[in-house]
C-alpha cells in the first residue's frame, strides 16, 4: 500500500520560511518523480516543484529562487524549503509520486495546509 504522508505545513508571516516534508512508503523512492502541487481556494491544483531521478528539478515561475525541493532517497523523503513567502503561497500543499517503473500511476498525500499572513 502506497503511503505519502506530507508535515511541516503551519501558519507564517510574509517573507518567512517553512519546510515541507513528504514520507513515502509502498514505492521504489528511488525510482519515482517527486512533486509538490498546490491548491488554493477556487482555483485549479497547480504544480510548485518536481524532482525527477535524476535530481533534475522544475519550478513554477513564481517559486522559482524562493523554493528548493529535494530528496534523500535513503529517508524515502521529498523537501519543500520555502522562503520568502507571500500571501499568495497560501494553500493546501499536496506531494505526488509518480514512480518510472509498473504502471507508472501517480499517488498522492493528503496535503498540508501553509498559511501565509501579511
Known amino acids: 500500500q502506497v503511503q505519502l504522508v506530507e508535515s511541516g505545513g503551519g501558519l507564517v508571516q510574509a517573507g518567512g520560511s517553512l519546510r515541507l516534508s513528504c514520507a513515502a512508503s509502498?514505492?521504489?523512492?528511488?525510482?519515482?518523480?517527486m512533486g509538490w502541487y498546490r491548491q488554493s481556494p477556487g482555483k485549479q491544483r497547480e504544480l510548485v516543484a518536481t524532482?525527477?531521478?535524476?535530481?533534475?528539478?522544475n519550478y513554477e515561475d513564481s517559486v522559482k529562487g524562493r523554493f528548493t525541493v529535494s530528496r534523500d532517497n535513503t529517508k524515502n523523503t521529498v523537501y519543500l524549503q520555502m522562503s520568502s513567502l507571500k500571501p499568495e503561497d497560501t494553500a493546501i500543499y499536496y506531494c505526488?509520486?509518480?514512480?518510472?517503473?509498473?504502471?507508472?500511476?501517480?499517488?498522492w498525500g493528503q496535503g498540508t495546509q501553509v498559511t501565509v499572513s501579511s
Open positions: 524532482m525527477d531521478t535524476f535530481g533534475i528539478t
Open positions: 505526488k509520486a509518480r514512480p518510472n517503473y509498473g504502471s507508472r500511476s501517480a499517488y
Open positions: 509502498g514505492i521504489i523512492f528511488s525510482g519515482s518523480t
